[in-house]
């Protein structure tokens, strides 16, 4: 049996709605771009939303926006996707680490005030594996140091801080949909955020740097073409009709592996704190502290020689090569960050899941623990 790591919730009805595009002239800026952002208003609850052709391009167009530029610091996890670090480095701003909670894998709120100093303009954190960052904390944490505040929601769509959904938490919010997140568009990503000149900013310059008239060949200041084609938007619309529905799955599948898996030795399944609503992205488990980070390559890599999709899920950002060469970063650095990140396996993961492709994986990671655990006798 082949199971990939993950895989898109894809109906008929968003077959339709994409051809539907492709019999009209409007390919791009047309109606659905205008019609999938004014949905995620209503779904999120923002005033404005942006949309783009990729999480990544609307991370950048919110430094850009923020006015974070050369110099200037920018505090955030080293326990991400890259995206979220590159952001500031695509400004010349650079990216200041700090450690991880270890329950949670988010930025650890107490750890970030004795990082913070003149240079400082902003803390970027990120809703890891959909759970959110502790917002009142950062909130206090900007309102007492006069900083700015930016949610990487792009694994979190869906997901609610006390009872607060996410994408409301600070200057502005990014969420994406990569054919791996919980919705998707093929490629794509979105702004929201309740404040008009952030959005009409992040709208000129994903546009050329066009101004709201759109006087095609009138460029107002240095703009980027990220925009997202009406035929993703199309495929989003659908997506995000559907969204409660395919969070409940996603959440049932989630349920069940962690049923399942609370039984098997050796591994601990994804801690979630009682005051928020995680939104499943992906389904992380933890090895024991006995397990090396080369036990852990050896299991992922023997699920994959049995067809089961698995990864390590994240690899530490400031040991990325090109970030020990920009700053000189090295192991120890950051250890929680990296102890978590040498224990950590995704297990495939999505909407449609089934339960004995559930009983499969599980049954499969159990005789490799045993082996594992015979080897080392
Ligand atoms: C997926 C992701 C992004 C980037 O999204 P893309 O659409 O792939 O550019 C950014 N940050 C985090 C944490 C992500 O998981």
Known sequence: MQIPLSSPDITE????????VLSTPNLSLGPKLQEFESKICDYIGTKYAVAVNS?????????????????DEVITTPFSFIASSNCILFERAKPVFVDIDSLTFNIGPEKIEEKINRKTKAILAVDVFGHPAEWDHLQDIVNDNGLMLIDDACEAIGAEYKGKKI?????????AFYPNKQITT???GVIVTDNKKIADLCKSMRNQGRGENNEWLQHERLGYNYRIS???????IVQLERIDEILKKRKQVAYTYNKKLNEVEGIETPYTRPHVTRSWFVYVITLNKEYTKEHRDTIIQELRNREIGSSN???????????RKMFGFMERDYPITE????????????SNLTESEINYVIENLVDIL???EELKR
């Not at 009805?13 to 539907?20: G, I, T």
Request: with cysteine; charged share 20%.
């Open 13 to 20: 009805k968003e077959k339709e709605a994409v051809l539907d």
């Open 55 to 71: 999480g990544t391009s609307g991370l950048h167009l919110v430094v850009r926006a923020l006015g974070i530029k050369d110099a």
């Open 186 to 188: 093929g490629e794509g």
């Open 313 to 323: 899920y994240f690899a530490p950002i400031h040991l990325q090569p090109f970030y």
């Open 339 to 350: 102890n978590i990140s040498g224990r950590t396996i995704a297990l495939p993961f999505y």
């Open 370 to 372: 045993r082996e594992m």
């Open 167 to 175: 994408g409301n938490f600070g200057e502005a919010c990014v969420f």
């Open 230 to 236: 009406d035929i993703n938007c199309a495929l989003g």
